[in-house]
């Protein structure tokens, strides 16, 4: 199975004032929506809408677009068949929707100076024994 991410829709605000030093401790959520799954002769269209969203409201970045699912057809059935029972969308469409959001969504976040929407890795400090212990020698 193949995956091919194409966004239509980018709409971001900021709604932190630019003089205010940026709070602290900001949650941000994203929501990935699969509106429907639509056949189309050898493949799917997903069309799709990612929110991001901060707390305390700092800012809004909105995303739509379209998810192409390729495949063998006995493949392409399977989903089909699952989609119209709900079951859950494959993990690899959902992972291909967020990582092609996330990595368009960064871009923008930095055009507003605002965190971006991934985690950010942390180092942490190394850990201190205790104290060395005594070694004895006889």
Do not use: C
């Not at 239509?8 to 401790?25: L, M």
């Not at 990935?32 to 809004?60: C, H, M, S, W």
């Amino acid at each position: 199975m193949q995956v091919r991410v194409n966004i239509s829709y980018i709409s971001a605000e900021r709604f932190w004032e630019q003089d205010k030093p940026a709070p602290t401790g900001v949650h941000i959520s994203t929501n990935v929506n699969i509106i429907g799954l639509d056949r189309r002769e050898d493949k799917l269209a997903a069309p799709f809408v990612v929110t991001i969203v901060y707390n305390p409201p700092l800012a809004q970045i909105n995303i739509k677009g379209q998810a192409l699912i390729l495949g063998d057809p006995g493949e392409i059935e399977k989903i089909y068949e699952g989609y119209k029972k709900q079951s859950p969308p494959p993990q690899l469409l959902l992972q291909a929707i967020t990582n092609t959001s996330l990595v368009e969504a960064t871009v923008v976040s930095r055009s507003l100076n605002i965190p971006p929407p991934i985690p950010m890795p942390s180092l942490q400090p190394p850990q201190k024994e205790d104290r060395e212990r005594p070694s004895y020698v006889g």
